[in-house]
């Protein structure tokens, strides 16, 4: 009966800790800091509400975003539109600002082009996300 030991060798070792450290640093810094995280977060939930407006847009009338200093609100003739249980408009997470703004759209979807800059201020200071509102509606981050 043989009984070998089998391990790693120690060049096995250096390599997989080499990877893991390489992947680590990889990983924090596309998360960044929480003020990214902030923005970032603030950015998906408002590109979220212009597609929402943009759909509602095609089945209702009068259908709007209206943007304040800290909040997003999709509005049909002026009154927030409720989605499940909750109502807007969207509180955007500390730390993060609009500028104030008003986007209106059409039966096809369609609003006015437009360019949207969110921005950090406290933790997130210094640090933006832009959102691009074409004509037909379709709105992305930059």
């Known amino acids: 009966m043989k009984n070998t030991l089998r391990g790693f060798t ?15 640093i990889t990983l924090f ?6 003020g990214t995280a902030a923005i970032q977060s603030g950015r998906d ?3 979220a509400a212009l597609f929402f407006a943009q759909q509602q ?3 209702r009338s009068n259908i709007s975003v209206v943007l304040t200093a800290n909040s997003v609100s999709v509005n049909e003739n002026n009154t927030p539109i409720a989605v499940s249980n909750d109502f807007y408009p ?3 997470p500390a730390g993060v600002s609009l500028p104030a703004l008003t986007l209106n759209y059409d039966k096809l979807g369609r609003t006015t082009a437009t360019q ?3 921005t950090g201020s406290g933790n997130s200071s210094g640090v933006t996300a832009t959102i691009q509102v074409d004509a037909s509606g379709y709105a992305y981050a930059q």
Not at 10 to 24: A, H, Q
């Open 10 to 24: 120690l060049i096995e070792l250096v390599t997989v800790m080499i990877l893991v450290g390489i992947l680590s």
């Open 29 to 34: 810094t596309r998360l960044g800091s929480a």
């Open 45 to 47: 939930d408002l590109i």
């Open 57 to 59: 847009a095609m089945m």
């Open 90 to 92: 969207l509180t955007m």
């Open 116 to 118: 949207i800059v969110l």
